[in-house]
């Protein structure tokens, strides 16, 4: 946003809050009544933007000195260092680690009177010894226990007065515990296990991939003439032609997926997990997606990256999203998820930004890789049995868009559906999308349908955007995080002035499902709080609806210093990461002395 420059002006002489927002481009109007006027209080950050504090000189655009600092002094002062923006690279780690001699052993935790290998174990044997330095219970209502009948994490439970006998035995309840224990579930779970254990030892064959790669490094190889006789690189294909070699999966026999007017939870990394995509569900989110998992760590068996393709019993219409450089990396793994995972389509990440992925040729990196691009897709489609999507930018750069010329090619290459955020990669999220731009890639990408993403936070924008465009259905990426309500919105087409209490409910449902999902034990504790703080960093950013004077609230507008209606929705308002870890203390407990945290993205908030 480009700075103002505005009158000086003293603060007691402005009457109307108007005012004050007109002199503050891309502030929200928040009622009078609510918004902090003492000047003790008015933020730097707003002074900076064009904002009045009283008795102080507002510098114009030319000057290059703070506020409070004389013009003679100012060429002395060392050139104002530009805003720093982007990724927290070297943010503190929110969960220490743990060492092994500071764990009880699993054998003791779940309820065993002792270890059967406890000459080589490397875990803490002395119960009294663990209990002593062990943190003190969170509550009394273990949420794993009252699900399953049973919580594994046992005397590591930070909840485990519910389900610790006092003879520090386990306690089962087995009538629940085996009706949560489906034969489905297990055996779904156990062929996960197995997959994983065969990737590591690459035991695991991929006969479809094989036969394409086989045949592209035919086509890409140049023909060498050999004793006036023509050779190719791969002379071991050289042989009997089969049925297999002949009989390629038609596009009819794949997977079919409706993909016409539905609301699209979109891939988030970090904050997108499976807990966040349950929360999504219940406010009406019809399509979910995994957070984009990097190709080469599942083909390698990465217990960590497995950990964001699981799926949970609500998702309905689910995806995984893969992300990586080369045809060989994705097509294999677009093999083996669709054979052997449950989902219902894979999606291609060509619309990632960071540059960690960019110099690596993945993401937005390959709109300017086409013939990789190209062969990652057929090769893909190929060997698939469920549909493959792709999302992606406008371009790589701002003055330079290619989606409209890319987008015709992935239709013809076998694509079921394309999601276009309608900004540039140099554009990162600067700015306001160009649906302009989308409605005319969706004419291009016609009859195969098109997503449009970018800016929806009310209902309004979604109705706007689906009635004044070609796009078969709308992506919520930002929307949701600031509030995931916003499916309900759209869906009953009304504004819901939720209450903070009812906002505080939806956070306790979130940890409930983090505890469920990283476990409840001190490391799932802080797991839990640490991708929680994630979110609040986006949540503090919704303005309730009864303290606005105009509606809807724009994504792209920020609030002036206000108070909400009681002393929680003023807490749920902050920027600063302090109290977002009040909050995070009011639902999982006081955090360890050695927390610190800082939110991934410097844009967010303040330490």
Not at 65 to 71: K, M
Not at 297 to 305: A, I, K, M, T, Y
Not at 432 to 452: K, Q, R, T, V
Not at 492 to 516: K, P
């Amino acid at each position: 946003m480009k700075h103002r420059s505005t009158p000086s002006r003293s603060l007691a002489a402005i009457i109307n809050a108007s005012e004050v927002y007109e002199a503050m481009a891309g502030i929200a109007r928040v009622k009078e009544q609510f918004v902090v006027t003492k000047t003790e209080k008015i933020s730097t950050e707003f002074i900076k933007k064009g904002s009045y504090e009283e008795n102080v000189e507002v510098p114009s655009e030319e000057q290059n000195y703070s506020v409070g600092e004389s013009e003679s002094s100012a060429p002395k002062r060392e050139k104002r260092k530009k805003k720093e923006r982007g990724q927290n690279k070297k943010r503190p780690r929110t969960v220490p680690k743990q060492a092994p001699n500071e764990r009880l052993c699993p054998s003791l935790s779940r309820g065993n009177y002792s270890c059967a290998n406890q000459k080589d174990c490397k875990f803490l044997h002395d119960v009294d010894e663990y209990l002593r330095k062990k943190p003190d219970d969170i509550g009394e209502c273990c949420v794993n226990f009252q699900l399953n009948g049973r919580c594994k994490f046992g005397l590591e439970c930070r909840f485990a007065k519910c389900h610790i006998s006092d003879d520090f035995k386990n306690i089962v309840d087995e009538e629940k515990y085996e009706k949560s224990q489906s034969k489905a579930e297990e055996a779904r779970m156990a062929r996960s296990k197995d997959l994983q254990i065969r990737l590591r030892k690459k035991q695991y064959d991929f006969p479809k991939s094989d036969t394409f790669l086989g045949n592209l490094s035919v086509d890409t190889h140049p023909k060498v003439e050999t004793d006036k006789r023509v050779a190719y690189a791969d002379e071991g294909r050289l042989g009997c032609c089969t049925n297999e070699d002949i009989i390629k999966q038609n596009v009819r026999e794949r997977k079919q997926v409706d993909f016409s007017n539905k609301l699209y939870l979109a891939p988030l990394t970090t904050v997108g997990n499976l807990p966040f995509r349950r929360v999504c569900k219940e406010f009406g989110a019809d399509i979910t997606c995994s957070e984009m998992a990097m190709s080469i760590n599942l083909l390698q068996g990465q217990q960590s990256e497995w950990a964001l393709i699981k799926r949970h019993e609500s998702e309905d219409l689910f995806g995984v999203q893969l992300c990586g450089s080369f045809p060989d990396t994705m097509t294999r793994c677009a093999e083996m998820l669709s054979s052997e995972m449950d989902v219902d389509f894979i999606d291609v990440n060509i619309g990632c930004p960071i540059d960690l992925v960019f110099k690596k040729g993945g993401g937005c990196a390959l709109m300017g890789r086409q013939k990789k691009f190209q062969n990652i897709v057929k090769g893909m489609v190929e060997v698939s049995s469920v549909p493959i999507t792709v999302k992606m930018r406008n371009g790589i750069y701002d003055k330079n868009w290619t989606a409209h010329e890319i987008i015709p090619k992935i239709r013809d290459w076998g694509a079921s559906l394309i999601t276009l955020h309608g900004r540039s990669r140099e554009q990162r999220y600067t700015r306001l999308a160009d649906w302009e731009y989308i409605n005319e890639c969706a004419s291009a990408a016609s009859p195969m349908p098109l997503y449009g993403n970018g800016d929806i936070l009310s209902f309004e924008d979604a109705n706007l955007r689906r009635e004044n465009t070609g796009v078969a259905g709308i992506m919520i990426a930002r929307g949701a995080l600031i509030k995931p309500w916003i499916f309900t919105e759209i869906k009953e087409q009304r504004h819901w002035d939720i209450s903070a209490t009812e906002r505080l409910d939806i956070l306790r449902r979130y940890t409930n499902y983090g505890l469920e999902h990283w476990g409840s034990d001190t490391k799932g504790v802080e797991n839990t709080r640490r991708f929680l703080l994630e979110w609040l960093s986006f949540l503090h950013r919704y303005i309730p609806i009864g303290l606005l004077e105009t509606l809807p609230q724009k994504i792209n507008a920020r609030p002036p210093l206000y108070v909400g209606r009681n002393d929680l929705e003023t807490l749920m308002a902050s920027s600063n990461c302090a109290d977002w870890i009040k909050i995070s203390e009011m639902l999982l407990g006081p955090v360890p002395s050695n927390f610190d945290f800082l939110p991934k993205h410097k844009a967010n908030s303040y330490n």
